[in-house]
């Protein structure tokens, strides 16, 4: 299955502040998820990032509070924007690959 | 609108038994429902799945059952373990490259 590498796996933040998270594949996939998760919920997914065009945003998530870039078929990044506590979560990306769906280890985000 | 319902929300099982989660959905598009597992600080990974068109599939003590009149499908987890102890996660897909949607999750704690 593919392998994701997500970085960073934590960081804590000043409010108002942005954060740029990282996913790297080891194959090529056409989409790309972001998801997030908060303490003890399920996960909701952000947006699908589709290599060469906008990212599709789920409703309650926006452009300019969680910009994506997808740049080839190999990579992708989420940025939090002008972070608040509430922004505080885990985030995941996830692939479709030849096993199945796959997830990063996540990157746990405090803001303070 | 939850588009798959998970229960129960948390379940304590004795080592050796039988532990059992549920997972109901409304969307007959659906045709990819796979069972991850996470622990603490990790990302969700993938357990086992099944395709609509395959009543039963068993991968060591991990079986899942699936039921398309009732649009049900399960997660039994044989001799349970205590290493088992984890958060649960059913999902489902729509046809083609789209995003999981996710169960709420159920937290197993199996005791000794």
């Known amino acids: 299955s593919a392998v994701i590498s997500q970085k960073p796996s934590r960081d804590i933040c000043q409010r108002g502040t942005s954060l740029t998270i990282q996913c790297q594949v080891d194959s090529q996939v056409t989409m790309m998820f972001w998801y997030r998760q908060q303490p003890g919920q399920s996960l909701t997914l952000i947006a699908t990032a589709n290599q060469g065009s906008e990212a599709t945003y789920e409703s309650g998530f926006v452009i300019d509070k969680f910009p994506i870039s997808r740049p080839n078929l190999t990579f992708s990044t989420l940025t939090v924007s002008n972070m608040s506590p509430e922004d505080s979560s885990i985030y995941l990306c996830?692939?479709?690959?030849?096993?199945?769906?796959?997830f990063g280890s996540g990157t746990r985000l405090t803001v303070v | 609108q939850q588009q798959v319902k998970q229960s129960p929300q948390s379940l304590i099982v004795q080592k050796g038994g039988i532990s059992i989660i549920n997972c109901a959905y409304e969307n007959t598009a659906f045709d990819y429902f796979p069972w991850y597992q996470q622990f603490p600080g990790k990302g969700p990974a993938l357990l086992i799945a099944i395709r609509p068109d395959v009543s039963e599939k068993k991968e060591g003590r991990f079986t899942i059952s699936f039921n398309k009149s009732a649009k049900q499908f399960s997660l039994h987890i044989m001799d349970s373990q205590p290493g088992d102890s984890a958060t649960y996660f059913c999902?489902?897909?729509?046809?083609?490259?789209?995003?999981?949607?996710f169960g709420k999750g159920t937290r197993l704690s199996v005791i000794a």
């Open positions: 996830s692939v479709d690959g030849a096993q199945g769906y796959t």
């Open positions: 999902a489902a897909r729509n046809s083609g490259n789209t995003p999981l949607v």
